[in-house]
């Protein structure tokens, strides 16, 4: 029960108003109540004060102190009553809290828990780490726990593909079900006891390819998920803690959730409710079945803390380049007996952009190749002539805003395409910088040189930078250095080895590149004026800074560390000293 001081302190802001109210005295009473307007509102706000605060905010683009209360900026300032030393002590530079336009919460955490096959160069070297994961993981590799990873590449296998049994490592894993993730997720690689679950024959699948024995790639891997066993409640609410932990750690505040399940959605909406659920989550629904309609296995989430908002839905158009899965107009440069594949047909995809609008849920399009990308576009361009009569196309897209996800490889009759219907291109630089090795080899240089990778050829339709992690690292700040520099932020270097950049026309401003990852993001999450911005009414997200973000050494850039995290007003990690997630915090 409260101590009387403390009911006392509390209710002390409500008897200065009463006081006021009873006071009949026409000069008095505005004086005193703006006094004790001032008095009320330290009750219930917090001020803090840094060396710089960065807004994004066009009323007030730089600013000094910001206020908040009850989650939100009630106030952002420019401090001049405070002494110069005063200001001196302060430290610290602030932006607005960071958002990846596209990642996957889920199989973030799951990740961690898995082995990291990202950067195996060799069979040897995968095959090292598997042995190692299960020494410390004796529960992996069941029936019901299949061993799971992510991050190998077959061109780091001498370009062939792996085989299930690669996975025969002595006599401890014969038996052992394993399925390791292709490091764009697009293909899956299977034990032998994988197999032995699977139809003999292996049932053809549309939009799907088995290229070697034990390797399942886009569509295909329908075929083995029948069987895995999915992880536990417990097991995917402790993968979304630890997800969110790592996040935070990276200055994240917010996330594009490309790809949540039905199932994984109540997940979500039962855990957002907890004060530690620190990660604004937009979310986009998966049809338990890819690229079907099921607006009756969802509900419209808007949490009234702000932490979890659901109203898009995810399609698929094509596979990944890596894997030759990307649809193209033509076929590949190295692999002209393929043109890649289309996950769906273009009028499923126009049928389902029409039914899943039509229901008030944006559409977002995962489309890589080109053919891929067209497809998005004309689906898009068919549904908007039919969803707002009277309206302009471009005025139909402001409402629906409508995404690419990836936009990767875009003919240039389709990069005008989507200038004049506007378009969102959701676009994750490190991708360019981690494919800029084979890229040009897979599309040759006229195709890479007109179509591939393009950002600031993009910048008029403001679009949303990400990660797409676990694909690749969740470090906004290499994202950030590969779009101005593209060159690879592990490296520092592009392709040649060099430092020019690779196809560095395509380079963004530092400016660009935080709005790509702040207030872009926003927008096409119909977040704007809330997020992305340090602004009376928004989310009081922000993170702190050493020293401001125009003032980094590019360099430096790509190694950038994060002093703060602040949601919701709420400080959820700081670097300084030993630091413990506070999910696990006694």
Known sequence: MPSLSTLLFASFPLLLIAIIWQNPDPIIKPITGHIAFKIIRQFF???????????????????????????????????????????????????????????????????????????????????????????????????????????????????????????EIGDQFKDMYVMLDRVDVHCIWVSEKVLSLLPNPLPEVSGGETPAKGVFCDNAMDIVMKYYPKPSKERKTKFIKDAMWELNKLGIVGVHDAGVFPSELELYEELSADENWNVRVYAMMECETRNTFCPQDIAKISTTNGMLHVRSVKLFADGALGSWGSAMIEPYSDKQSSSGSLLINATTLSKLTHEWATAGYQVNIHAIGDLANRLAVDAFEEALKGLCPGSTLRECQSQHRFRIEHAQIIHPDDQRRMAELGIIPSIQPTHATSDMPYAETRLGKPRTEKEAYRMRSLLPLNPVFGSDFPVEPADIFEGIYAAVTRRSPRTGLDAEGGTKGWYSSETVTIEDALEGFTVNPAYAAFLEGKAGVI????????????????AVDLESLRKLKVKETWVGGKRVYKRAGPEEAPWVQN
């Open 535 to 550: 602004e009376t009414g928004a989310y009081a997200d922000w993170i702190v800074l050493e020293e401001p973000l125009e």
């Open 45 to 167: 706000e917090t001020t803090h004060c840094y060396v710089s605060v960065k807004t994004n905010s066009a009323r007030l683009p730089h600013a000094e102190c910001f206020s908040v209360s009850n989650g939100k900026f009630s106030r952002v300032f420019i401090d001049e009553t405070s002494f110069p030393v005063v200001k001196e002590a302060r430290k610290g530079h602030v932006i607005p809290g960071l958002w990846d336009g596209h990642g996957h919460l889920l199989p973030y955490g799951e990740l961690m828990d898995s082995v990291n096959l990202f950067g195996a160069q060799t069979m040897d070297g995968v095959k090292e780490r598997l042995v190692r994961y299960k020494a410390s993981r004796p529960e992996a590799g069941t029936a019901e726990q299949w061993l799971r990873g992510m991050g190998w590449d077959q061109a780091n296998f001498e370009g062939k593909w792996p085989v299930a049994k690669d996975l």
